[in-house]
């Protein structure tokens, strides 16, 4: 009598075979793919490797700027009261430490002939060994950042090599775009948290010499609300309609600050933005996600563009921009005084 064979053991094995061809082709997948990222490092050219940099500074047309580190913080060297935004600094550091070159020229010309002299852009960086590296940025290469049909054909490229070295490269332009900022794109902007209507319950309002205070609760087991003039605890001042404060809630929720004009101004300086006395003073309580806060806020003049107003948050010396049309809409507000 013939023995009667399970269908299933034949296919068993073969799912057997085929996951261990598929595990040994996969395998040599990951070792190919990390034989060739090894040879990519392997052929990549760096103009610089300076490990622990603790100030950058660079000059373009005799202006510059210039940061210090210390611990792992970095600072504006004219004035460490200045709120710097660490992103943009330590991204600039970490660039300048290894460099990355797009091409290495092997006869290059004299370094004039790539725009490599007294005026090429420079950057100067330090180390913790207190070495010095200066790095000189030319000209653009040409046929480089060009535009056809209206897109860009290649990226821009620029000449570059250390100081007291022949030897040329090419690198890309976030280094030629970075000398030509200024302080203000590396200042850490103040900001006001984000909050809707609904999460503000009480608001104050200065216009015009006079002061209101506003307040709201929840009324009923329905979650409706109602304002009051004063103290949501004094029924007598329950406003008969909220539409005019959360008309202006809803205003305030849509402040927010654009940029810094100045992160330390003057009592002078306060005048000429229009806050020593502001056009308005808003401060508002908001409850939101468990965390509840106070902010103040003045609004002052409208800038000479006539696109923003100058504001004052809390009791900071920064001076800072929002937008013209969110402004207005609150000094715009009706409600009652």
């Known amino acids: 009598m013939k023995k009667k064979v399970n269908a299933l053991v034949p296919a068993a094995a073969v799912l057997v075979i085929l ?43 005799g202006q510059g700027l210039a940061f210090k ?10 004035d460490k009261d200045c709120p710097i935004r660490q992103y943009t600094v330590t991204t600039l550091a970490d660039t300048l430490s290894r460099l990355t070159a797009e091409r290495e020229l092997e006869t290059p010309d004299s370094l004039d002939s790539y725009g490599l002299n007294p005026d090429a852009v420079k950057f100067v960086m330090t180390s913790e060994d207190g070495a010095s590296r200066t790095l000189m940025i030319g000209n653009q290469v040409a046929g480089t950042g060009d535009t056809a049909a209206g897109y860009a054909s290649t990226a821009a490229e620029y000449y570059a090599c250390l100081e007291g070295s022949g030897q040329v490269y090419t690198i890309g332009s976030y280094l030629t775009e970075t000398s030509g900022k200024g302080l ?25 010499g006079t002061t209101s205070r506003f307040s709201k609760k929840t009324v009923d087991a329905d979650n409706n609300i109602a304002w009051y003039k004063g103290s949501a605890d004094n029924e ?13 809630a809803e205003a305030i929720s849509g402040l927010s600050i654009q940029s810094c004009t100045t992160y330390k101004a003057t009592d002078e300086e306060l005048g000429s933005y229009g806050l020593s006395t502001p056009a308005m003073t808003l401060s508002w309580t908001y409850e939101k996600g468990g965390d509840t806060g106070t902010v103040t806020l003045s609004i002052g003049s409208p800038d000479d563009e006539g696109t923003g107003y100058y504001t004052r948050l809390d009791d900071s010396r920064a001076i800072n921009l929002i937008s013209k049309d969110a402004a207005e809409k609150c000094l715009n507000a009706v409600y009652p005084e």
């Open 19 to 61: 996951c261990a061809a598929y595990g040994l082709i996969t395998w040599h997948q990951h070792r190919k793919a990390d034989e060739l990222a090894g040879q990519a490092e392997d052929s990549q050219i760096y103009v610089t490797d300076i490990q622990g940099l603790t100030s950058i500074s660079w000059e373009k047309d």
């Open 69 to 78: 580190k210390e611990g792992d913080t970095w600072y504006y060297q004219s």
């Open 184 to 208: 203000y794109d590396f200042v850490e902007t103040e900001s006001l948290p984000y909050v809707t209507g609904s999460d503000i319950k009480e608001i104050t309002v200065t216009r015009n």
């Open 236 to 248: 007598a001042d329950r406003l008969p309609d909220n539409a005019a404060l959360n008309n202006l």
